[in-house]
C-alpha cells in the first residue's frame, strides 16, 4: 500500500497475527483503560455509543466489563450481540477499534471475580445488587494505529518534519488477526 505522502521514507503499514496482535490490542486497550462501548451496531439505525472502563483483558482476548440488566446497552446485546470497541491511548497515538460478539450473564463467581469497591458507585447493593450483569465481548477483528517507536520519538520526528518541510511521519497502522484470515480472537 502507497503511504499518505509521497514523501513518506518509511513503510507505515503493518498487520499483526496471532499473539503479536492480542498483545498489541492488549498494551493500546490497558494504556487507554476506558473505550467508547457501541452497540445496536447493525441495526441501520445511528448506534447507541457510551463510555465504558472493561474490568479485564484474559488470557483468551476477551475484554469484561460490568453493566446493569436495565441499560439500553444491556437491551441492545440482546436483540444485537455484535458490539464494537473505540479506544484511544494518548493525544497523538494508540488508537485501537475492535468488532466483537457480546455475552450477557449473571455469573456469580465472575462478578466476585472483576468487582472493585469504586463500582459500588453504580450498584449501591454491592456485589449483591441484583442489577449487576456480566458483559463478554470476544473480538472478531480489529484495527489500530500507533507509532513505531514511542511519543517522544514521534514527536521529535513531526518537529525535525515540519522545520525541514519533509514528512518523517513515525506512525504505523493494520489489521489485527489471529491467525492469516482469521479473527483476532
Not at 483468551?60 to 453493566?67: K, Q, R, V
Not at 514527536?155 to 489489521?175: C, N, P, Q, R
Request: proline content about 4%; charged content about 25%.
Amino acid at each position: 500500500m502507497d503511504s499518505i505522502n509521497k514523501q513518506q521514507p518509511e513503510d507505515n503499514f503493518k498487520n499483526l497475527e496471532g499473539t503479536e496482535a492480542w498483545a498489541k490490542a492488549k498494551e493500546i486497550a490497558e494504556s487507554a483503560k476506558t473505550c467508547f462501548f457501541c452497540s445496536g451496531i447493525k441495526n441501520g439505525l445511528p448506534f447507541s455509543t457510551r463510555p465504558m472502563s472493561f474490568q479485564k483483558i484474559d488470557d483468551n482476548g476477551d475484554f469484561w466489563f460490568l453493566s446493569a440488566n436495565d441499560s439500553q446497552k444491556n437491551a441492545d446485546i440482546q436483540s444485537d450481540p455484535m458490539v464494537q470497541l473505540l479506544f484511544q491511548a494518548s493525544p497523538h497515538s494508540g488508537f485501537l477499534t475492535l468488532y466483537g460478539i457480546a455475552e450477557i450473564s449473571t455469573d456469580k463467581a465472575k462478578i466476585d471475580e472483576l468487582w472493585e469497591p469504586i463500582i459500588k458507585t453504580w450498584f449501591t447493593e454491592g456485589k449483591d445488587d441484583p442489577r449487576i450483569t456480566v458483559i463478554k465481548v470476544s473480538p472478531t477483528q480489529g484495527y489500530y494505529w500507533d507509532n513505531k517507536h514511542g511519543d517522544a520519538i514521534a514527536f521529535i520526528k513531526m518537529a525535525a518534519g515540519a522545520v525541514l518541510g519533509k514528512t518523517f511521519d513515525d506512525s504505523i497502522e493494520g489489521k489485527l488477526e489471529a491467525e492469516e484470515g482469521s479473527a483476532v480472537n
